[in-house]
């Protein structure tokens, strides 16, 4: 019996719960949160990873051959393919955030092997994209996650660790991908048509970058501001507000697996402000720190609990295509079939 088709962007699942994690040990370095409360966020984001790493692979497993190739496609298809790097970047944080602090040795070596798996996909990705160029109406600002998501986040990870000059080197990764890709991507927002509804939570991830670069510089320099946080954090500050234009165009969407790309940006936002505040300690810091935290737990706790009913009710992966007629007509629409059905556009399979 072949089981369902997990999307590749269901691994945004871990992916945000992992970023809350990282939150509240921002919280909890300053000492203002317990530290067993980021640990249980984190063990709860790892069980999740192997969860959906698990159906993922069953699928695969029990797949007709014919099946099993279109799985294998996801790497190739422009609007899914950002999404498979998620597996290699959220193991890169739970092993520095996680399990760095409980087992050192362990926590290096699955670090460092991950991060090479980030980087070796992102390369591989960024060859793909240099052979079959992608249509632009399709590009998105997922397309930040191989390379600039993993570049930043292995920077931050291998800082954590230990592993200044590896978080450097990873630091350039990132940060130089996103200067690239960020242009590309805000150019395709700004003269091509809105994003399809189903890709439109993607636009959240634009808040993404500057934040977790600022987490990477905290962790190789020391958690301070100087001029490159000040930097960074001006075009955060930005970013955020241009989302506060966007909350209509979100409120009108429906419950959807894409909308855990709100997730991790958003605590992303949140762990790089409680180090700010943390750093510069203006009067009444510490009540901000908590509004901070309990806002962003209540977003994630909200779309977890709301992912739970969904699963419950059979309303969260994407139905099955009906079998297409047997006709010729047929076989050249296959690629255009296949974008609607990726792993980003699962509206229609989940109700509101």
Do not use: C
């Amino acid at each position: 019996m072949t089981t369902p088709k997990i999307p590749l962007n269901l691994f945004a699942i871990p992916f945000g719960l992992a970023g809350l994690g990282e939150a509240w040990t921002a919280l909890a370095s300053g000492h203002h949160a317990p530290v067993l409360v980021s640990q249980v966020i984190l063990l709860i984001a790892a069980a999740s990873w192997v969860a959906v790493a698990a159906a993922y692979l069953s699928h695969l497993i029990t797949a007709e051959p014919t099946v099993r190739a279109g799985v294998i496609g996801d790497l190739r298809d422009p609007i899914a393919s950002p999404f498979a790097s998620l597996v290699f970047i959220v193991p890169v944080l739970l092993a520095s955030d996680g399990l760095f602090p409980l087992a050192a040795t362990s926590g290096r070596v699955i670090t460092d092997v991950f991060i090479t798996l980030t980087v070796l996909l992102g390369g591989w990705l960024v060859g793909e994209w240099f052979l079959a160029p992608v249509d632009l109406d399709r590009f998105h600002p997922g397309y930040f996650l191989p390379t600039v998501a993993g570049g930043l986040v292995a920077s931050d990870g291998a800082a954590l660790v230990g592993q200044q000059r590896l978080a450097e080197l990873m630091l350039g990764f990132g940060v130089l991908s996103w200067i690239v890709l960020g242009s590309l991507i805000l150019g395709r927002l700004f003269f091509r048509p809105l994003l399809p509804p189903a890709l439109q939570p993607t636009m959240a991830i634009e808040v993404a970058p500057a934040a977790v670069a600022s987490l990477a510089w905290f962790a190789i320099h020391g958690a301070r501001i100087d001029m490159v946080t000040a930097f960074l954090g001006g075009y955060g500050v930005l970013m955020v507000i241009a989302q506060l234009r966007l909350l209509p165009a979100y409120l009108r969407l429906p419950f959807m697996p894409s909308t855990w790309a709100f997730t991790f940006s958003w605590a992303a936002v949140a762990a790089a402000a409680i180090v700010w505040l943390q750093s510069a300690a203006p009067t009444g810091y510490r009540a901000w720190q908590y509004v901070i935290i309990a806002a962003v737990t209540a977003l994630i706790g909200g779309i977890a609990i709301r992912t739970v009913i969904a699963i419950g009710r059979r309303q969260f992966l994407p139905h099955p295509p009906a079998a297409p007629a047997s006709t010729p007509a047929n076989s050249g629409t296959s690629a255009s079939a296949a974008a609607t059905a990726s792993p980003a556009s699962t509206a229609p399979a989940v109700t509101h």
